[in-house]
């Protein structure tokens, strides 16, 4: 091969091996990759039934009871609902409305805890702030 | 191409000639995974969800064990000096001595996989995809390997410093294979992480072996 | 302004230069600490969902935003010394290793301080942390390789090749948040997004993270100081210096 030829190999080669990789990349960002599944995801068949998993969702407003270290509440994305049963200490964030990540394994349609992670915003504000956007939306 | 199929050979050559540097790397893969489930526990329940990261963190280690040697014979000999001073593509070179380092050790790994999976109560589909990610990444893990190996060429004890190196490196690879494996236990999607080692390996072999030669020759300046 | 920086930059003169100007950075970083403090402890008001807890975010963010910031640097004179064969750049490449390590490991130690009462957990394995993680192995890998070698040249340039390659790493930590669903929360500032919608807040958290940048200046004026010194320790001024008759 002379040396011409040598270099168009290598550029075409280049030229390949960057659209595959652009390629490649872009299918697996495409694809979700889930830290946890929404009540949604779950209800489709994307969290492994049987199997402990991470369920993230907003904790649904007036469904927390609590007896002792007992709590029950309900986790919603606002399309699909599950009940979550846990026991043990909650994180300072904890609330109704609060955004909530929960370990734990789905058996008969509940969701029994043995991990509750809060989740919060990106968004930082004094009280008052926020009252008046609430009441802005409102 | 000529010269990487000699240089292939060549080394593949000395390999079969030299058998303990093939098999060490390989029974050294055996015992380590044995030794979990005396570790951990016996059961078949436990051993089963955690069987590809065993698996594929000691594919790892394995493969950095064998790449302390990938570049020191021809070191110690001279030969890889003449490598860097020849009128031959260097970046060819380094990359029919990693297709050398692939064939020696992970495709022997990639054959012992599903006995290890057997002794670890991976199911069928488990080992399956334990295979296919092993087939897509352990190519990576020579190419990405051999920047470490060209580093410290010429450092005396490096087995240490080579695993500080690319062990990071080697992090994202061990990520999406152990979860894919883990995911496809349960009959979940797993298309995600496939692409990702297909991005990883395709990423590394257009790359690697120009740094590699970069770093060659500063080792050897 | 070419020969100035090549007169800044040859090792002397860099040594005597930055003993008059260390002054000039660490005294910023003090005074804007000390008024960072003030405001982000007593002026800023509490937050509406985090309540005072928040406030370890003036320490957090200015570090997590220097480990990134120093890598960036590290890697930028590494590849400057690569190819320009600048001392001084393999100089500023090898100080900054373990001040990124040091920034980074207080940004990972604040996170699970913060992360402990907020979200119930010191550490979670999602993509942010993890690859945070991986900075400070990046890091350590750095200075492990940069040590390895007897000749500092060929250990420039070794450790070098590796700073680059680590690179890939600066856009996923960054991005992580937003390929994929973290615990950890999304970006609260960036080009063209504040979401701290307090000025007393946003005020403290910019005074902190100037303050962090007048730190890693004073710092790596210092360490390089020391670097210089034992790399040119063969060489007459040094002896002048250490024997102490300079001027």
Redesign the interface.
């Known amino acids: 091969m002379t040396k011409r030829q040598n270099r168009m190999v290598l550029v075409a080669?280049?030229v390949a091996?960057?659209s595959?990789?652009g390629y490649?990349?872009l299918?697996?960002?495409n694809?979700?990759?889930?830290?946890?599944f929404s009540p949604t995801d779950v209800v489709a068949g994307?969290?492994?039934?049987?199997?402990s998993f991470r369920l993230?969702g907003m904790v649904v407003k007036d469904s927390v009871w609590r007896n002792n270290l007992k709590v029950n509440f309900q986790v919603t994305d606002y399309v699909n609902t599950f009940g979550v049963k846990y026991e043990g200490?909650?994180?300072?964030?904890?609330k109704e409305g609060?955004g909530v990540?929960i370990t734990g394994s789905l058996i008969d349609k509940t969701f029994i805890a043995t991990?509750?992670?809060?989740?919060?915003?990106?968004?930082?504000?004094?009280?008052?702030?926020?009252?008046a956007l609430k009441r802005a939306n409102e | 191409m000529n010269i990487y199929t000699q240089t292939l050979k060549r080394d593949l050559r000395i390999a079969i000639r030299n058998r303990t540097s093939i098999l060490n790397p390989l029974s050294f893969f055996v015992i380590s995974v044995s030794l979990f489930p005396l570790a951990i526990s016996p059961e078949a329940s436990i051993l089963s969800q955690i069987a590809a990261g065993i698996i594929w963190v000691i594919s790892m280690l394995a493969v950095l064990l064998s790449l302390n040697v990938l570049f020191h014979h021809d070191f110690e000999n001279g030969v890889l000096e003449q490598m860097v001073i020849s009128h031959h593509s260097l970046p060819l070179l380094i990359l029919a001595k990693v297709s050398a380092h692939w064939i020696l050790t992970g495709i022997p790994i990639i054959i012992l996989s599903p006995l290890l999976g057997l002794f670890l109560f991976l199911d069928s589909e488990g080992i399956q995809i334990l295979i296919l990610t092993l087939l897509l990444s352990t190519p990576s893990l020579s190419l990405i390997g051999a920047i470490g190996a060209s580093l410290i060429v010429g450092i005396k004890n490096s087995g240490m410093l080579l695993s500080l190196l690319i062990l990071p490196l080697y992090i994202p690879i061990l990520i999406f294979a152990s979860s894919a494996v883990s995911q496809a236990q349960f009959g979940l999607e797993i298309s995600a992480q496939l692409y990702f080692l297909a991005t990883i390996l395709v990423v590394s072999l257009m790359t690697t072996p120009f740094i590699s030669s970069l770093a060659l020759k500063i080792s050897l300046e | 302004m070419w020969k100035w920086i090549q007169a800044f930059a040859s090792p002397q003169n860099f040594y005597q230069i930055s003993e008059k100007i260390i002054p000039w950075f660490l005294s910023p970083f003090i005074i804007l600490t000390l008024l960072g403090l003030y405001w982000g402890l007593m002026v800023a008001p509490i937050d509406y969902q985090q309540g005072e807890s928040y406030r370890i975010m003036f320490i957090h963010v200015p570090a997590a935003w220097m480990s990134m910031l120093v890598y960036l640097i590290m890697a930028i004179a590494s590849g400057i010394g690569l190819i320009w064969q600048i001392k001084l750049a393999n100089v500023v490449a090898k100080v900054s290793a373990p001040i990124g390590a040091a920034f980074t490991f207080l940004a990972l130690i604040t996170g699970a301080v913060w992360g402990k009462p907020m979200w119930g957990a010191w550490w979670v394995w999602d993509a942010r942390l993890t690859s945070e993680l991986i900075l400070l192995f990046l890091y350590l890998a750095y200075m492990a390789l940069n040590n390895a070698f007897d000749n500092p040249k060929t250990a420039a340039k070794a450790s070098s090749v590796l700073a680059i390659i680590g690179l890939v790493n600066l856009p996923i930590i960054h991005y992580s948040v937003q390929w994929w669903n973290t615990l950890h929360q999304g970006v609260s500032l960036g080009i063209n997004k504040v979401a701290i919608q307090d000025s007393d807040m946003l005020f403290a958290l910019l005074l902190m993270a100037t303050a962090f940048k007048f730190l890693y200046a004073t710092l790596i004026l210092l360490r390089a100081r020391d670097e210089i010194l034992f790399r040119e320790q063969n060489t007459r001024w040094v002896k002048a210096v250490i024997m102490g008759d300079e001027k």
């Open positions: 080669l280049l091996g960057v595959l990789a490649f990349g299918r697996a960002f694809e979700n990759l889930l830290y946890f994307k969290a492994p039934i049987g199997k993230g200490i909650l994180p300072d964030l904890f609060q990540i991990q509750v992670l809060a989740k919060h915003d990106e968004n930082y504000m004094p009280p008052e702030v926020a009252d």
